[in-house]
């Protein structure tokens, strides 16, 4: 039970948030629904169920993808949170879907109506800005590495934005699903005054359908990204940061080879590295011990290191990201 406690300490918090806020905005727009049987919040609380399901697996799987390797599994727990992840997109895309065919719906037999218009209003509103402070808190986590020069004041939003393609699985997701979340709480916001104050009364319905496709693109981006930490993709950007940090040790005279694996929220590195023939084991494994603890003080997330030696073959081996050997 102990260690139960101490990996869910461990888990997502951009999840376990998003999770919490969400299962909130949906039980309120639940009652909007069922108050004003209006279409876009039908499909406002779809997605809020959906989001507030899948994030608290998410936020599990997070948790228990820190679990130390076991004789059964040696290699660890790390792509854990790639599976859950898989599963979590498909709950998205059958919502996706149910919302798309209730826009239709609608479209195809839209009436005017009034009824519900300041409920379905003030819990649009107070669901973009719980939302929001979800995505603030998604925002944060991917730019937390980062130089305070450039997170000061309002400069973190955008640079969470160019900066997503490196965060956590998890905490992509949340940023992804939070995107469309207050996106699409505006978007049904103008749907319904514009059904409300003008003849045109199918304007739900085309915001349901325009929620739905948001999901899919989501689904579809996060599902790609999850199936390659599945297999097990290397990281191509990380491969070069270390074999740079590495080359700089002045008894290293070549790579010979260099893998670097993203597993969940964590690097698995391994180092084949070419070194003087007469060098004693001694030298050898002090080399080993510096080049380890640099990697793994330098990269954040580097789980453990694997180094073997070689003898130089005075054969460039190690192509640098310019092209050069």
Known sequence: MKEFIKLLKM?????LWAAIVNLVVGLIKTAAYLLSGNVAMFAEMMHSFGDAANQFFVFIGSAFSKKAPTERFPGGFGRLVNLVLLGAVLIVGVLAYETIVEGLHHISDAVHSEEGFWLNVGVLGAAALLEGFVLYKAMREITEHLPEEKTRGLKFIPESYKNVKDA???TK???L????AVGGALLALIAIVLATYTPFYSATGY???IIGIMLILVVGRVFLDNAAGVLGAADVKMQARIGAKVLQHPKVNDIQDLD????GDHFHVELKLEVDPQMTIAEADDIRDYIEKRIKEGVRGVTDVIIEFDEDDQVPSWIQPNGKA
């Not at 888990?11 to 999840?15: L, Q, R, T």
């Not at 670097?260 to 597993?263: F, G, M």
Request: zero cysteines.
């Open 207 to 209: 915001a349901s359908v």
């Open 177 to 180: 699903e939070d995107n469309v």
């Open 168 to 170: 956590k699985p998890a």
């Open 260 to 263: 670097v694996i993203k597993e």
């Open 173 to 175: 997701l949340v940023f």
């Open 11 to 15: 888990g997502n918090k951009s999840a």
